[in-house]
């Protein structure tokens, strides 16, 4: 029973019965599959009746770009070692993902942390809207890419003023000035490259 | 050079005596200074090789102590997430009078690493009264020894008043906080 | 001037019936009646007691005889006193009771049945006196929250007064014919030893001592709480003064034990008040029930008391007879702290209390004084008795029965504090908040006698110990205690060069006194502090907004008590298998001999005329 | 003036009640009376019936104690015909019947004619009985009872071929000499009065008789019948019987299992009429014992008070499970918050049961007690003077337990069924309690009463 | 009259000398403490300058309880020290100072820091006054038993008297005369100080400093007094038990500091025990070395 084969038997599993967009095997321990939104709690359940006892952990990439979420739900068995992860894309405007409560009760907290860093709404959980980490939040969820921390942080937290008097100190020219243009250039690129 | 011819002894006045019991107070309070054992952040991980053989804490007067009630001195170590500082602020208000502040590391001056990001703070001054600073980004424990000495110097110097001043212009600091935690005592589902 | 004791008998009885008669007319009149009943006999008792004007005969209840002896008085005054401070507690709970005109009566019975106990001389009416007090407080329980507590308390006292019944005929029949209270003394051989042990199981059901304590937690927990506090401070020395007559005046019994010179008799008696302390102190320390815990402390008590006596030397006897009002002080005026706090938070469950004494803070000081006397800290009267009754075991040198008494006395400091610190200190729970307010002057008055008393007996033990002097003298005991100036003076070893050790309780007081000023003068000189509220506490940083988180009082010594957890059921479950096997035996014979078939009685008859001939004709 | 009318008019009464339906149960409240008043006033000396004296004829005692013991079973005979008359009309000729054969077993002095009125009262008890609607008990009664008057007989016929006499007097002088042959006769006797003084192996119709007992039944067995038959026994235990050897070692054996088992039964049962039923049986055990043993006075006060106790308990009961339907503990709770005047008289009786002190019931307990443990005092039973008074007083401490729990689940509790008593029964169980408590306090007067029981030398006389 | 005011002066003259000598004792503990770790330590009169900075703070108070808790503390301590005999010839009361006063009086003291302690309100305070309870319960019972056998011995239960007994040779000290119970009282010792092994009551980690949690300023200062001058009773207790008492003042500082040291030293080595095992811990081989230690020399009269 060593890994590999256990890689196949899970490719065999899932490919014939469901419509997957996409699978990558990461290493003899990891494989991804895509699947649509629809087939993701069948497939769920399927995988924890052959083993897959275990929902390490349910997250969201934001593919801003695509104006796409994307859900990752990494599932493990503890008997054949295979982290396998199911992948679905969800449309990024109106995130709206039933929750997989009645398969794996544990992703309570999981879904409610998706909902309040990505704003994904979870019918079925009952206190997905509550908050979980982030007391007393006053902003669009944190982690969308189109949040811009820097600015929240300006915004709410003064910043302290240096005044230049030192700028000439006992005959040494103060570097202060392209310090503070090398900051701005960097600054620019990071701007730029994510645009 | 003052001369040393006899003068008849002055009364003083009831400020004066006060004065003179405080300055004697400043004399026992500047060498027993108890540290809050509450480690903010990642600069706190300095403290232990300053209590061990080669600085020595113990030999200034300080040693840590368990609860702000018996604590002079609060050491802000490292960085201070919204959720830590309301913590903070709860307890600073908790310690008994006079009680100090000393920041280290760059994060509690000017947010250091963190300054762009949404959680942490950017300028520990704005919300509780700082009396000295101990730069670096996990200052050198000479640093911290430094920023200690420099503590006890204010005190001597009669210059380290941060808690007078958080009561005299106590409604900036309430203001201040307000505006960055939106609410100091929170009240949630995990908070009955 | 001269009143036979009869009178006050007769007194307290017509005092009764008339509570009784006006009890029906209106509930509260009826209970004050009981308060000036008790208090008249109170007095009446202790100014004639004191100035010799009490006598014995008898005008009316000609079948018994009286008789004053001094340990009589020292008791008859002692319970009539405890009688009378609670009875100021009667008119605020008479509202609770089902048949409160019965109640009144009965409260005043069972005075008078005590009063006649301590004086009667001729043996048959002291029993008929305790048998008296038996049935009358016995309908005084159920009035209270539970039922089955009267039957406990009528299995275990009829059990211990019909023993003491079988003792007063084996006298009888050792004395020819005799009832008089001196034949104890004389009674000899093997009929002494069956006296003695029959004698000793009364006082010990009365006491609720070790093998024989069931009853007490029961009743004491379930019965109203004025008639809890008057069963621990004074129907319970009922069983110390047959304990006095047992061990003390009967001497010692059996062979003398050389390492120790104690009577092997003495020597069980002390070994079973010393589990009587471990167990109570152990069964204490884990009650949640404020009222369970006072009745196991004062069967932890009643131990000390069986102790004391169990030295027969002039020490630990003293300290015995100290103990008794120490304790009755003490307990009584615990019991009615609880009573006043039950009365208003309407439990005593200390896991629904808390921060009463922000209310209360009269009650709680009274409850302070009252648990500083029964853990024997220096300036209360419990002190004294336990220095001496540690003096009178030291002397003899029986180290397992001082380990007991020590181990009671610091149990004592646990049990004591349990519900001081979960019922009256600690945070102000809500619902607390508006019901409870502090209790009346009329409870007040009697507990703050009681905490004075206790003061007064803790600083000046001169009146008290030339009482149990002139008790000493009364038993023709020849027990002295020696008072130089206020100091009492304890155990002298016999070493040459070495003086006895000294106790000066005044000395003791003053100097805690000074401390006291002292600290004080530090506290004032100082800047003055700013005053908080209870709920600003250091909480590791987190914001807790209620009461209950804040609020210690649930399983208070929860890692002492998972150590002897598993033992704690024995003795009750000992008594319930043996109430078990009665009724099976009885349901036995029924099945057995009660069918429907007369056959049954035809093969008995043939059985029985077999074996009549089985030897003769056959 | 002579006793024999205390037998002759309530046989007459009864011969004209049958023929007069209708004015029967007033001549039978008229007998009864007369049957209490008279002893006061009849002369003291023994009456020979047909002329022949003593050692051949009829003769009816009058002593003492037969004075005393027909006060006590007169009284109580009329207090319950009187409290039950009203409901059971038709009964008062058997009832007439029975006063003349209780009244005949008190006085006669001649053996054959106690058997003679065993028959006559005991036929009356089972017609009594009847009134139970239970049949099969009623027979189970009937077979025990002449089981037991028939081995009766039988021991007497044996005794009187050996000895010649039948009067009681002579028997005695007879027995002393040859105790010997005695034995057996004796047994038979001893088991054939056992049956009816309800000791234990005998007694399995109790349960069935006073367990479901009405207002009359109840209250005439188990206090009038008990007293009677009591102190008759008694009378026999205590001058004729000859106990020594096997016989007294059966009979102490008979007696301790009866009152321990007693104790022991009523403690197990939770009916009220149960509880009773089985304390009585204890009881009936105790007072037998206390005449076999020779403690003839208090003996007879002790059945007296424990037939007033009695009378007042089961009358209460039964009229309480007449209204509730069932006599279960449960369901008779709380009945006395409504009717405390009810209440506090079956109180005061049990507490006199249990011998707790003011009542008759402790003065009685603990003189007989006493008597056990007097100096010069020898038991005729084996196993010393001790065993027996343990044995009483453990019984005693039961007896207490499930009193306790009776009385406290029928005052504290709170009840749903509202009962009424008649005023009449009301009054008589008053009456009975203040009775009680006025004999539990004025022990002198009750000791001079038993004092002229006894002989100087200490000796009860039975004859 | 006079002569009790001047035995009231006197003894407070002692509670002083209490204080001065334990404060001094315990900076100098600290000092030899740290010099072992090769560190500098901090000054000997560190002790006395950190009561005086928390006599001079402000203080919060949660209401009259608290502070009457506090005052009734100190009080009581203060009263008990004023009993204790320096050298057998000075002491303030002459032959009052009686074994049981002490043992009783420090529970008034504890008494009062419970009651005050519950009084704070704060939960873990309460934690921390059922465990030093307990844990009085544990360490007293075999301490008692083993002072019992001495007070057997020398038939008299005054401290001056025991002095006495062990200095003019009918008895040598008791560390030798009684060496089984001499093992018993130090590891009772240990528990009355609250020193390290048994330290679960002022367990900083887990109940942050137990009873004290609430106290700041001068409330912590006078409980600080207060554990100062119980120290000093019990070690001198300790002493004049087991090491004989002392002639001159000097034999009693120099007994005094030895034993302190060297209990210091020991705790400083060790962990801290769980509160159900303190209480096994004393009642498993301490109470039985005690009864037997108590056995041999009452019943068996073999003291060394």
């Known amino acids: 029973m060593n890994s590999t084969n256990n890689v196949d038997f899970l490719k065999s599993l899932v490919e014939e019965k469901y419509k997957v967009n996409k699978t990558e095997v990461i290493d003899q321990y990891q494989i991804s599959f895509e699947v649509e939104q629809v087939e993701v709690h069948r497939l769920l359940s399927e995988l924890k009746l052959e083993g897959w006892k275990q929902l390490s952990y349910l997250s969201a990439i934001d593919w801003i770009d695509e104006n796409e979420f994307e859900m990752v739900y990494i599932v493990f068995n503890w008997d054949r070692p295979v982290h396998v992860q199911i992948r679905t894309r969800i449309d990024r405007d109106k995130p709206v993902m039933n929750s997989i409560m009645p398969i794996f009760e544990g992703c309570k907290y999981y879904e409610r942390e998706a909902h309040e860093m990505f704003g994904i709404k979870f019918p079925g959980n009952p206190d997905h809207e509550k908050q979980l980490v982030l007391e007393e939040w006053d902003d669009m969820p944190p982690l969308r890419k189109d949040f811009d921390p820097q600015a929240y942080s300006d915004r709410k937290f003064p910043v302290r003023e240096y005044n230049n008097d030192f700028v000439e100190l006992n005959g040494k020219k103060s570097k202060q000035k392209d310090r503070l243009k090398r900051a701005e250039r960097i600054e620019q690129v990071g701007k730029r490259g994510n645009k | ?192 | 001037m001269e009143l036979s004791i009869e009178i006050f008998i007769l007194a307290t009885l017509a005092f009764g019936l008339m509570a009784y008669v006006i009890g029906r007319l209106h509930k509260q009149l009826g209970s004050i009646m009981t308060i000036l009943g008790s208090l008249t006999i109170f007095g009446g008792i202790a100014y004639l007691g004191f100035t010799g004007g009490l006598t014995g005969e008898t005008a009316y209840l000609t079948f018994t005889q009286f008789e004053i002896s001094e340990f009589g008085l020292f008791f008859a005054i002692i319970v009539s006193f405890v009688f009378a401070m609670v009875s100021f507690f009667n008119p605020f709970f008479i509202k609770q009771y089902k048949y409160p005109a019965l109640y009144s009566m009965l409260f005043m019975f069972s005075l008078a049945g005590a009063i006649g106990v301590f004086f009667s001389s001729n043996l048959l009416y002291l029993f008929f006196f305790f048998e008296f007090v038996v049935w009358t407080s016995l309908f005084l329980i159920p009035m209270g929250r539970s039922k089955k507590a009267a039957s406990w308390y009528y299995g275990f006292s009829a059990a211990g007064s019909f023993m003491l019944l079988f003792a007063i005929l084996m006298i009888y029949n050792a004395n020819n014919g005799s009832f008089h209270i001196s034949g104890i003394g004389s009674v000899t051989g093997t009929t002494q030893i069956i006296v003695f042990i029959f004698m000793s199981g009364a006082a010990f059901t009365k006491l609720g001592a070790f093998p024989l304590h069931i009853w007490l937690p029961k009743v004491l927990t379930n019965a109203p709480d004025p008639v809890s506090a008057v069963f621990s401070g004074g129907l319970e020395k009922l069983g110390a003064f047959v304990a006095l007559l047992a061990i003390v005046n009967m001497g010692g019994i059996g062979f003398i034990i050389p390492s120790i010179d104690m009577y092997f008799g003495q020597m069980i008696i002390a070994t079973l008040g010393a589990l009587t302390i471990v167990f109570g102190t152990l069964m204490a320390i884990r009650q949640d029930d404020a009222k369970k815990l006072l009745a196991y402390s004062s069967m932890s008590n009643g131990g000390y008391i069986l102790v004391g006596f169990s030295m027969l030397t002039s020490q630990g006897v003293a300290g015995g007879l100290y103990h008794i009002v120490a304790h009755a002080i003490a307990s009584t005026a615990a019991f009615l702290a609880i009573a006043a706090v039950a009365r208003v938070a309407g439990t005593t469950k200390m896991k629904e209390l808390g921060g009463i004494i922000h209310k209360m803070p009269v009650t709680y000081m009274v409850y302070l004084i009252a648990i500083i006397s029964m853990a024997g800290i220096p300036p209360m009267g419990g002190f004294i008795s336990k220095w001496m009754i540690f003096q009178a075991v030291i002397d003899k040198g029986m180290i397992f029965i001082a380990i007991a008494t020590v181990f009671g006395s610091i149990g004592s400091f646990l049990y004591v504090f349990r519900p001081l610190a979960a019922l009256f200190l600690g945070q102000e729970l809500p619902q607390f908040k508006k019901t409870v307010k502090e209790a009346p002057f009329f409870m007040l008055l009697p507990m703050i006698i009681l905490s004075l008393l206790s003061v007064y007996t803790g600083v000046l033990p001169g009146v008290i110990i030339d009482f149990i002097n002139k008790i000493f003298v009364d038993m023709q005991l020849n027990y002295n205690i020696v008072m130089n100036g206020f100091a009492i003076e304890g155990y002298t070893s016999g070493i040459e060069g070495v003086g006895p050790s000294l106790l000066n309780p005044l000395l003791i007081a003053c100097v805690f006194g000074v401390g006291v000023f002292v600290a004080f003068l530090i506290f004032i000189v100082l800047k003055k502090s700013k005053k908080i509220d209870l709920m600003d506490t250091y909480t590791a940083g987190n914001f807790v907004y209620t009461e209950e988180h804040l609020h210690y009082s649930v399983d208070f010594y929860a890692p002492l008590e998972r150590l002897y957890e598993k033992y704690i059921h024995i003795m009750k479950n000992f008594y319930k298998s043996l109430a078990n096997k009665v009724r099976e035996f009885g349901a036995f014979m029924k099945y057995f001999f009660f069918t429907n078939k007369p056959e049954i009685t035809v093969f008995w008859i043939v059985a029985l005329m077999v074996f009549l001939l089985w030897g003769d004709v056959l | 003036m002579s006793a024999i009318l205390l037998i002759a008019v309530p046989l007459l009464a009864a011969f004209i009640s049958i023929l007069v339906k209708k004015v029967s149960p007033y001549l039978l409240l008229l007998v009864s009376l007369f049957a209490l008043v008279y002893p006061f006033f009849m002369d003291m000396s023994d009456v020979i019936i047909g002329g022949f004296d003593s050692p051949i004829g009829i003769n009816l005692v009058v002593n003492k104690f037969a004075l005393t013991s027909l006060i006590a079973v007169n009284g109580l005979f009329f207090l319950v015909v009187a409290v039950n008359i009203a409901q059971y009309k038709k009964l008062s000729s058997i009832l007439l019947v029975a006063l003349a054969g209780l009244n005949g077993l008190l006085l006669t002095g001649d053996l054959f004619n106690l058997f003679v009125f065993i028959e006559i009262s005991g036929i009356a008890a089972y017609l009594i009985t009847t009134t139970n609607k239970k049949p099969l008990q009623t027979f189970n009664y009937l077979v025990a009872g002449t089981v037991g008057s028939s081995l009766y007989l039988l021991g007497l016929i044996i005794l009187y071929n050996m000895s010649g006499t039948l009067n009681m007097a002579d028997m005695a002088t007879f027995v002393e000499g040859n105790g010997m042959y005695t034995l057996f006769p004796f047994l038979l006797m001893f088991i054939g009065l056992g049956v009816e003084a309800k000791l234990l192996p005998f007694n399995s119709w109790v349960k069935g008789i006073l367990g479901h007992s009405n207002n009359l039944s109840g209250a005439m067995i188990a206090s009038v019948y008990a007293t009677a038959i009591a102190l008759v026994f008694g009378k026999l235990l205590a001058g004729v019987f000859q106990i020594e050897g096997t016989l007294a070692l059966i009979i102490a054996l008979v007696l301790g299992i009866t009152i321990l088992a007693g104790e022991a039964m009523a403690y197990a049962s939770t009916k009220a009429r149960e509880i009773l039923l089985y304390s009585s049986i204890a009881q009936a055990g105790i007072v037998i014992l206390l005449f076999t043993v020779g403690l003839g006075a208090w003996a007879t006060f002790f059945a007296i008070a424990n037939g007033v106790s009695k009378f007042i308990l089961f009358g209460v009961v039964n009229r309480l499970t007449e209204e509730v339907g069932s006599d279960e503990m449960d369901q008779l709770k709380g009945s006395f918050v409504n009717n405390k005047l009810i209440g506090v008289s079956f109180t005061v009786a049990a507490l006199s049961i249990l011998g707790l002190p003011l009542f008759f019931g402790f003065v009685v307990k603990m003189n007989s007690l006493i008597g056990f443990f007097e100096p010069d005092f020898v038991s005729n039973l084996p196993g010393g003077n001790f065993i027996f008074p343990i044995i009483i007083l453990v019984a005693s401490v039961i007896e207490g337990v499930y009193f306790v729990k009776l009385l406290t689940k029928l005052w504290y509790k709170d009840s749903d069924v509202k009962v009424n008593f008649t005023p009449l029964f009301k009054y008589v169980v008053v009456v009975l309690a203040v009775a009680l408590i006025v004999f539990g306090l004025f022990q002198g007067e009750v000791e001079e009463l038993v004092a002229s029981l006894i002989n100087p030398g200490g000796v009860f006389i039975w004859n | 009259m006079i002569e009790i005011l001047m035995n009231i002066g006197f003894g407070l003259g002692v509670a002083t000398f209490g204080f001065v000598l334990q404060t001094a004792m315990g900076g100098i503990n600290r000092k030899i403490a740290a010099r072992l770790q090769k560190r500098r330590g901090p000054k000997w009169y560190q002790e006395f300058i950190d009561i005086f900075k928390l006599l001079s703070k402000r203080a919060t108070s949660h209401g009259w309880i608290f502070d009457f808790g506090v005052i009734m503390a100190l009080g009581g301590i203060i009263g008990t020290a004023m009993f204790m005999p320096i050298t057998s010839s000075i002491v303030a009361f002459e032959g009052y100072d009686n074994f049981f006063i002490f043992v009783y009086l420090i529970a008034v003291g504890m008494l009062g820091m419970a009651m005050s302690a519950s009084g704070s309100g704060n939960p873990l305070a309460s934690i921390g006054v059922m465990r030093a309870l307990t844990t009085m319960l544990a360490y007293e019972v075999p301490f008692m038993v083993v002072v019992m056998t001495i007070i057997k011995l020398t038939g008299t239960s005054s401290l001056t008297g025991i002095a006495v007994a062990q200095q003019t040779g009918d008895f040598n000290w008791f560390m030798i005369a009684l060496p089984l119970g001499f093992i018993v009282a130090v590891m009772s010792l240990m528990g009355m100080l609250g020193k390290k092994p048994f330290e679960t009551y002022i367990a900083p980690a887990e109940i942050a400093s137990g009873p004290m949690v609430e106290y700041g300023g001068k409330q912590l200062g006078m409980l600080f007094i207060m554990h100062e001058i119980t120290i000093f009773i019990e070690v001198s207790l300790f002493v004049h038990l087991f090491l004989g008492g002392a002639e001159t003042i000097i034999m009693f500082l120099i007994k005094y500091f030895i034993v302190y040291a060297v209990l210091n030293l020991v705790s400083n080595v060790l962990g801290r025990f769980k509160i159900d095992q303190v209480v096994t811990f004393f009642f498993k081989w301490p109470l039985f070395f005690a009864v037997v230690q108590a056995m041999i020399a009452i019943h068996l009269g073999w003291v060394i």
Not at chain 2, 9 to 35: C, H, T
Not at chain 2, 91 to 99: D, G, N, V
Not at chain 2, 113 to 137: E, F, K, M, T, W
Request: some cysteine; charged content about 20%.
């Open chain 2, 1 to 192: 050079m003052e001369s040393t011819k006899y003068t008849q002894p002055v009364a003083l006045s009831k400020k004066q005596v006060d004065r003179k019991w405080w300055e004697i107070g400043d004399f026992f309070r500047r060498n027993s200074l108890w540290m809050l054992m509450y480690c903010t952040g990642c600069c706190a991980i300095e403290l232990p090789p300053a209590m061990t053989s080669a600085y020595d804490m113990e030999r200034l007067g300080m040693g840590p102590m368990a609860t702000p009630r018996q604590a002079d001195v609060l050491l802000v170590t490292g960085y201070l997430s919204l959720k830590t500082l309301r913590r903070l602020i709860y307890t600073y208000e908790q310690m008994s009078e006079p009680k100090y502040v000393v920041g280290f590391g760059s994060c509690t001056i000017n947010g250091g690493i963190y300054h762009d990001s949404h959680a942490v703070i950017n300028q520990l001054d704005q919300y509780i009264p700082v009396d000295s600073y101990v730069a670096g980004c996990m200052p050198n424990t000479e640093a911290v020894m430094n920023g200690f000495v420099d503590l006890i110097e204010l005190i001597k110097n009669k210059k380290a008043n941060g808690w007078k001043n958080y009561h005299t212009n106590n409604a900036w600091y309430k203001k201040n906080q307000i505006d960055a935690l939106g609410e100091v005592r929170i009240k949630d589902e995990f908070h009955q």
